[in-house]
């Protein structure tokens, strides 16, 4: 069974518009997540993460993300994009599994930016 | 710091040949990770090391596939006898954290695009 869902393949947005990719997650508690982003060529780079506290969790590269239990999402926003974010966007979640805490990542959105 | 180092980035090799992927992790980290990513099936944990020990190996798809880290600051993956299905990025990544608590950071390194043909 998925653990975690990324629902869009591929979106594309216009420079300067803003930005929500969408994240689900299946799991009882709340667990551990993340966004990871990938640059073409390159290995992921941590965005954000958020286990508990504030659901409104601030990451690097003016990226955002809203934790909501009731609808277990975990949503990645960014109020004005630049095409420098032009990039796969990963969300991630660790779940406890084999004594350890395992990191299973969504298939990814890959995001287009139009001048 | 130089961040996760894998070699080669690219290799090319032709069907039942041997093919070892190697990395380094950051210095200090004490967790490592061998991930594979295709478009079918998206990015894959195949094996977690601690302190060098292997803790969880059970993504390695096959026989064919093996793992070691004989220390710290080195670990290879290698695939014998290689099949062309076998043509992924292959990724390595550390983590400097104790993993019994999940909001630990990965760093990636840069991959190595494997091609069997």
């Known amino acids: 069974a998925q653990s975690v869902t990324q629902p869009d393949i591929h979106i594309t947005v216009s420079e300067g518009a803003s930005l929500e990719l969408r994240c689900n997650y299946s799991?009882?508690?709340?667990?551990?997540l993340f966004w990871y982003v990938q640059s073409p060529g390159q290995g992921l780079q941590l965005l954000l993460k958020?286990?508990?506290?504030?659901?409104l969790v601030q990451g690097i590269k003016g990226f955002e993300a809203e934790f909501k239990r009731s609808q277990s999402s975990f949503n990645l926003r960014k109020p004005s994009v630049h095409w420098s974010d032009a990039a796969e966007y990963f969300c991630?979640?660790?779940?406890?599994?084999?004594?350890?805490?395992?990191?299973?990542f969504g298939t990814g959105t890959k995001l287009q930016v139009i001048p | 710091d130089a961040g996760v180092i894998q070699s080669p980035r690219h290799e090319v090799t032709e069907m039942g040949q041997e093919v070892t992927l190697r990395c380094k992790p950051i210095?200090?980290?004490?967790?490592l990770f061998w991930y594979r990513q295709t478009m079918m099936r998206g990015l894959e944990l195949l094996i977690y090391?601690?302190?060098?020990?292997?803790?969880?190996d059970s993504g390695m798809p096959e026989d064919r596939f093996s793992a070691k880290m004989p220390n710290a600051s080195f670990s290879t993956l290698k695939i014998q006898p290689s099949e062309p299905r076998d043509s992924a990025v292959y990724f390595c990544?550390?983590?400097?954290?104790?993993?019994?608590?999940?909001?630990?950071?990965?760093?990636f390194g840069p991959g190595t695009r494997l091609t069997v043909t």
């Open positions: 990544a550390s983590s400097p954290e104790v993993l019994l608590a999940g909001d630990y950071e990965q760093y």
């Open positions: 799991y009882g508690a709340t667990p551990y």
């Open positions: 958020y286990f508990s506290g504030d659901t």
């Open positions: 991630a979640v660790a779940l406890p599994s084999g004594g350890y805490q395992k990191v299973t």
């Open positions: 210095s200090g980290h004490n967790s």
């Open positions: 090391f601690n302190n060098n020990v292997p803790i969880d």
